[in-house]
């Protein structure tokens, strides 16, 4: 291993062909950002961890994108802009400079796509797994960010996409016996959604404009809605049966109907959660409609007082042992 750069080098071959100019060559101990006139910085960080967020053995270039694109998830909700992002970066002992080459290759790519360049970051050594942690800055005019605490009573719940393809995903990938039975492009599928998120970007405008409160679908729809709805001090009833599922997920649950629960309480989705006035529904689902995002409505919050209500596809209440992924 004697042939891997040492630090200064790694940064200069790997990550200072990537940076922006804000980065000033990746040779100082910050970067330089001047926002624009009248906007508002909106930071969010997110951290991922082998064998917590994704598998030791997963692409690097596809490790790369996926800290990213979490990130990028987190900025849309708010109804951000992408401006920059920041990186540290942690390198268990047996990273070589071919595994680095292609994880720099997809940060940069996806840079590059999502216009959020590289200001900058650290590299270190860990005894441990490796990990990677972003830091992404966005900007919003006039520093109009969309809450988590904004839900209102009457507003309508909208959530973006499809929701539990990552989590059937990640079943797959542990050896689901039911996941097995898919045919090859239900399973790439799903597969596709764990490894690679797929940030609502173009679905911040109209989120900026129009919602009330938003979030992302990072733990699970009914854990990360009903924590949404706790900090608004609002709570919602939820159609179930309305949960947009893509043609893969339904395949699946049709296979083993327990993976429904999974699919609704799973992580890894990445979605778009939105709350907002009724009469903003028509010009948002057009908006949307537009940005290419496909939304679906799934319920509205009410006034504070029970828990919120999930209806199953039977109609009937449903309760679940737990909503979302949680790390303690």
């Known amino acids: 291993m004697s042939n891997r750069p040492g630090e200064d080098d790694l940064i200069a071959r790997f990550f200072a062909p990537i940076a922006a100019p804000e980065g000033l060559g990746l040779i100082d101990d910050a970067a330089l950002l001047l926002p624009p006139a009248g906007a508002g910085l909106v930071l969010t960080k997110d951290a991922l961890v082998a064998g917590v967020h ?27 802009e992408p401006v920059g992002f920041l990186l540290a970066l942690a390198l268990p002992g ?27 970051g650290d590299t270190v050594k860990t005894p441990g797994p490796l990990m990677v942690s972003i830091t992404a800055l966005g900007r919003v005019a006039g520093g109009r960010m969309v ?20 989590a059937l995903g990640l079943q797959l990938r542990l050896g689901a016996p039911a996941l097995g039975e898919l045919d090859a492009a239900s399973r790439q599928f799903l597969l596709d959604r764990y490894l690679l998120p ?26 990360d ?51 907002l006035a009724p009469d903003e529904a028509d010009a948002f689902e057009a908006a949307a409609a537009q940005a290419g995002v496909a939304v679906t409505q799934v319920g509205e919050a009410l006034a504070a007082g029970e828990a919120p209500l999930f209806l199953g596809r039977d109609g009937a209440p449903v309760a679940f042992a737990r909503g979302a992924f949680s790390h303690f």
């Open 54 to 80: 994704f598998f030791a053995d997963d692409p690097p270039n596809a490790i790369a994108r996926k800290a990213l694109r979490v990130n990028l998830s987190d900025l849309a909700a708010k109804g951000a």
């Open 94 to 120: 047996d990273w070589t400079a071919d595994w680095l080459e292609g994880f720099a290759r997809g940060l940069g790519e996806d840079a590059n796509t999502y216009r959020c360049p590289l200001f900058g």
């Open 147 to 166: 809450p988590r605490t904004g839900v209102r009573p009457g507003d309508l719940l909208y959530v973006s996409g499809t929701i539990g393809d990552a």
């Open 198 to 223: 797929r940030p609502r970007l173009a679905l911040a405008p109209a989120m900026r404009q129009m919602a009330h409160g938003g979030m992302d679908v990072s733990d699970g729809f009914v854990g």
């Open 225 to 275: 809605l009903a924590k949404m709805l706790g900090v608004s001090g609002v709570s919602a009833r939820v159609d179930l049966a309305r949960l947009p599922l893509s043609a893969a997920a339904q395949a699946a649950i049709a296979l083993d109907p327990a993976l429904f629960q999974i699919a609704a309480t799973g992580g890894d989705d990445y979605e778009i959660l939105a709350a």
